[in-house]
């Protein structure tokens, strides 16, 4: 089960998002009370109905802060029109028959020089291949024995973590923007018990993978009356990017593009503990610890795309892909305890590298409240290949596990997926 520590992210962002959509919606109420300013008047051309020829009338040109070309189209007045990102509404281009004029413009907000987003996150950890620590049964040719103990008893559900994002316009279409995040650390627990009586005079059935689960049975680690597992993960991502806002035509549709850094961190640690009652009156306790960390630094390169749906919000689209070298480090302690002769602990060390491919596909759905304020929600996923995971590196090996060096399977694929929520604000 999850311990539920480090949890500060959840109330943190609750808190700043409920002060900052009252305070948008203050500042929105005094920016609808503000007039609108009249139009100036500009010269079209418009056909003559007698000889065909274009004639000179007046209509009303783009708001005072919206800009388009001369020959920039917009679309009839059954569908509104869209010059700029943002569709504006029909009620706000008023003419004597109810229709836009041929370009009445949304007013474009300024680009903010800066800008931050605040987002609460939950995801969840899945690709673990399945490994087998305990079966249960009788070791007797023909006897079926029944799984009782695997990485599947220590799941990584959904955990809650933050991310923040701050950008930079440095000149007009082009912004440098650091995020970070980090999740809450996974710790998940399982045991079993056994107290069915073995052929070795004693009690417990358990056998564990040093022996092949009872093929070979080994005595002081086989014939286990108690098996437990515990799993703890850890994962934060650090980025900085410079994201370069497409020029396009007016439309629905903007995007951009960015090129960085990445450097992230994935560290695991399984614990397995086992005890048994032979040799009888001692029994003995073996406890293995498995150590892997995952240091990823590489260069990424994306894109968004951004759909204006309606006037005040829009769906997000984005991609990422990076490719990291990847500095492995996997630590094995073996300690071995028996009530007649105390305990040992073997303890080994093994370093490696390889390359990683981090992927990530985000969907959010934003609403913006004012020029100052959005609000989002959305879903992401990722994925990363050529990673050291734990329960993929734990010795089945009491040799390797004794007198080392610990065999070390850097080819792990994890998933990592879940919701998201946020706020940004701009300047």
Known sequence: MSTGHNRWWIPVIAILFLALIAGGWAEAADELN???????????????????????????????????????PCQSCSSGVMCGPRPWPMSACPSSEGCPPACCLLPEFPPPRLYARLRGMALKRDGDEHVLFARLGEPIPGATLTNVLSNNSVELPFEGGGEVLV????????????????????????????STANSEGGHGNMFSPFGDFGLFPINQLDYNDFASLRYRSWMNNFELNLRHVLPMPPSRLRASWLFGGRVMRIDDDLAYLTTSDIPALTGTENAIDTVTRNRLLGAQIGGLFEWHVEPAWWVNFEMVGAICQNKIDLDTSYTATSGAGGSTTYVNHREDSNTSFVGELELSFVYERNRHLSAE???????????????????????????????????GVLVYHGPHAGVTLRW
């Open 377 to 411: 929600v959305g879903y992401r996923a990722m994925w990363i290949t050529g990673l050291a995971v734990g329960v993929e590196n734990f010795q089945t090996n009491a040799d390797l596990l004794t007198l080392g060096p610990p065999a070390l399977n850097d080819s």
């Open 34 to 72: 503000q007039p609108i300013p009249e139009p100036a008047v500009a010269p079209v051309q418009e056909a003559n109905p007698e000889n065909g020829y274009p004639e000179r009338r007046e209509r009303a040109p783009a708001m005072a802060m919206g800009t388009v070309a001369e020959s920039s």
């Open 167 to 194: 950008g930079w316009m440095v000149v007009p279409s082009y912004n440098v923007e650091f995020t970070y995040f980090e999740l809450n650390s996974w710790d998940e627990q399982a045991a079993v018990r056994d």
